[in-house]
């Protein structure tokens, strides 16, 4: 684990912004377990970016704790609408600029809605990608609400 500056969009983007956060580089972990480890955080505070459709060109990303899946019904009732789904690869790259396993809110090429899950509110700090593989982010979870100007939401079950 190191804290080098690495440039990309999502570090580009946090910083024009005067967001506070830690860079930690790692290798790009083959598991969320290896990768929280290496991070020396917990399971809980990794946050996967979940880029999910609502409709046709109307994306939101959402914020689910590794550990935990985000919970179909709950997602459906708090955006009000009857179907979800999730795009494949080259959508989710078309629409947001970052490949698989890289996606974050940061940097995207185009700014849509962020949920985060409400789980997230008692940690000390996240872990959130930072645009490439092996780039994080870490921050307060208070700060990445701000930033993202996320709704906070129960929408994950346990995994």
């Known amino acids: 684990m190191s804290s080098e500056r690495v440039a990309t969009k ?14 930690v580089v790692t290798e790009a972990a083959s598991s969320a377990e290896e990768s929280a480890e290496w991070q ?4 809980n505070q990794l946050l996967r970016t979940i880029v999910v459709r609502r409709g046709e060109n109307d994306y939101v990303f959402v914020l689910v704790p590794a550990g935990r899946r985000f919970d179909w019904p709950k997602l459906r009732g708090h955006l009000g609408v ?13 629409v947001t600029g970052y490949e698989r396993y890289t996606i974050t809110p940061f940097g995207s090429s185009r700014a849509w809605p962020v949920i985060a899950d409400s789980s ?6 996240v872990a959130i990608g930072g645009g490439q593989r092996g780039v994080n982010v870490h921050l307060r979870p208070a700060v990445l609400i701000s930033a993202t100007n996320a709704q906070v939401v129960d929408v994950t079950a346990p995994g």
Request: glycine share 10%; no cysteine.
């Open 82 to 94: 009857s179907r979800l789904s999730l795009p494949d690869a080259e959508e989710a790259r078309d």
């Open 40 to 43: 020396g955080i917990g399971l």
């Open 10 to 23: 999502a570090t580009a983007a946090l910083d024009a912004a005067g967001v506070e956060y830690e860079l």
């Open 120 to 125: 997230i509110g008692e940690l000390d700090k």
